[in-house]
């Protein structure tokens, strides 16, 4: 369905530039990974860690669902993690888990302990993504980075959290403390974007999975302006920058504008109501609820037809879900919806 000649040209970048494309583009978030078989395969005995850490494999994942569903757009087969490890933080990913430490953060000490990463500490990222490129073609590689309020909530309560309790204490007892980790993170995010895109990466994904868990003071004192500093660093790199965030209904309007090119949307609120407290300026991309995948099909479909004709309003719009795939999704269902869009979109 790629009928550009280069991934600058691509139906992704250009509706994320809010310029006229043939076709909706769509990808979905977590397209690489359980749900396919093929992914389970070449997984086996390969922990998360070291399978992004070996080229081969991040190449074979990243490429697979492109082939399997003919999606607009590779998301780059990584972990938001792997900056942290690579800068020497002990911290590892738990099958069903997540992420985990042993000795989570506490002090002005663990935060002397992380030093800035560089180009050189991550060769295997480069190596990487210019293979995936290759292979791509004309297809666009999303880069991505975890945001620094979700990389500190990991830091912090040393695993996946209900309610972040920690982390806020942290924050509100120790504001210096929060915002030099926040800044420190805030650079290792936007140094691992800025890698991606020197290696290739066509457009960028900033991912705040856990922002939906602050209050709108919160954020918008303690968290925004990290976020906004990891984008800002991609400004002279030319790339679409996608912001997103999970359960951030309430605070859209204040993701939209500076740094970000694309308000990523999750599914909580409609894509028309969000592209209006985005402002109806700025492109999105979203919105269809996971677990709907599992509904029957004239369900998705109607959903599918809602969300595209709701997308018209703002402009562009890069259909995607309202968060990653999960691992019990038929595959098979994500192919007719990529079929689907297409057919719909088509102009
Ligand atoms: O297609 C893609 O999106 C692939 C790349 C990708 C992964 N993780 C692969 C992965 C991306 C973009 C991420 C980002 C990520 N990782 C986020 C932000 C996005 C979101 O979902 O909110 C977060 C919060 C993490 C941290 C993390 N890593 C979690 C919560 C988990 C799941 C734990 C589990 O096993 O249920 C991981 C592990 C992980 N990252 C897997 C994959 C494919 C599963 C590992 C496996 O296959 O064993």
């Known amino acids: 369905m790629n009928t550009a000649a280069s991934p600058s040209d691509s139906t992704l970048v250009r509706a994320a530039r809010g310029e006229s494309v043939p076709h909706t583009p769509v990808w979905f978030m977590r397209q690489a990974g359980r749900s396919l078989p093929e992914y389970r395969e070449v997984r086996a005995g390969t922990t998360m860690m070291e399978a992004c850490r070996t080229p081969d494999l991040v190449t074979e994942i990243t490429l697979q669902p492109v082939r399997r569903h003919r999606v607009d757009a590779a998301i780059f087969f990584s972990d938001i993690v792997v900056p942290l490890e690579a800068v020497g933080i002990d911290i590892d990913i738990e099958p069903g888990v997540g992420p985990v430490l042993d000795v989570p953060f506490r002090s002005r000490e663990d935060l002397d302990r992380i030093p800035e990463l560089t180009a050189d500490m991550v060769p295997d990222i480069t190596e990487s993504v210019r293979r995936i490129v290759l292979e791509l073609g004309a297809t666009p590689l999303v880069g991505f980075a975890g945001a620094p309020f979700t990389l500190a909530s990991y830091l912090i309560e040393g695993g996946p959290s209900k309610n972040h309790e920690k982390t806020k204490s942290l924050m509100h007892g120790d504001p210096q403390l929060w915002h030099d980790l926040c800044a420190r993170l ?136 309202g968060h990653g795939v999960l691992p019990d999704t038929d595959p098979v269902v994500l192919t007719r919806v990529v079929e689907l869009v297409h057919e719909v979109s088509a102009r």
Do not use: C
């Not at 922002?211 to 954020?219: E, I, T």
């Open 186 to 321: 805030s650079r290792i995010a936007s140094t691992f974007l800025q890698i991606q895109v020197d290696a290739g990466a066509s457009a960028v994904q900033l991912f705040d999975s856990w922002a939906g868990f602050l209050s709108k003071a919160d954020y918008r004192e303690h968290v925004l302006p990290h976020s906004r500093a990891a984008l800002a660093a991609l400004a002279d790199r030319d790339v679409p920058r996608i912001h997103f965030g999970v359960g951030t209904g309430e605070l859209l309007p204040d993701m939209a504008g500076e740094g970000a090119d694309v308000i990523g949307v999750d599914y909580r609120v409609s894509l028309a109501e969000a592209i209006e407290r985005v402002g109806g300026d700025q492109p999105v991309q979203g919105n269809l609820d996971p677990a709907l995948l599992f509904a029957p099909w004239d369900v998705i479909e109607a959903q599918v037809r809602r969300i595209l004709a709701e997308g018209r309003a703002a402009p562009g719009h890069i259909f995607n879900l």
